[in-house]
Nanobody
Framework: QVQLVESGGGLVQPGESLRLSCALS????????MGWYRQAPGKQRELVAC???????????NYAESVKGRFTISRDNAKNTVYLHMKSLKPEDTAVYFC????????????WGQGTQVTVSS
């Protein structure tokens, strides 16, 4: 059974950095296009950053306009892990961050992690 487990969330001050991790187990990591989403209180879940494919490099990347230049998504296939490197954090980045794995070549086969809370506050 495929499982995604996020870690690395926490409370930080504006301007600080944080790195989120998401480890996939139960399947072959390179078969998944990985992404990060977030959901703030009272708002819909939104895409933060994602890879468009799997394999060794993950293909190209997409970012939400609000995080371009501040967040970077990366993946380590040897560790079955995708990362979200966040810098210059703002209070509006406060949300629960979710990891998603989309099975390449299979329509609508997605797996989600349980989420990790990121709070940016002074």
């Amino acid at each position: 059974q495929v499982q995604l487990v996020e870690s690395g969330g926490g409370l930080v001050q504006p301007g600080e950095s944080l790195r989120l991790s998401c480890a996939l187990s139960g399947s072959i990591f390179s078969l998944y296009a990985m992404g990060w989403y977030r959901q703030a209180p009272g708002k819909q879940r939104e895409l933060v950053a994602c890879f468009t494919g799997g394999g060794s490099g993950g293909g190209s990347t997409n970012y939400a306009e609000s995080v371009k230049g501040r967040f970077t998504i990366s993946r380590d296939n040897a560790k079955n892990t995708v990362y979200l490197h966040m810098k210059s954090l703002k209070p509006e980045d406060t949300a629960v961050y979710f990891c998603k794995g989309s099975r390449i070549g299979v329509l609508n086969l997605d797996y989600w992690g349980q989420g990790t809370q990121v709070t940016v506050s002074s």
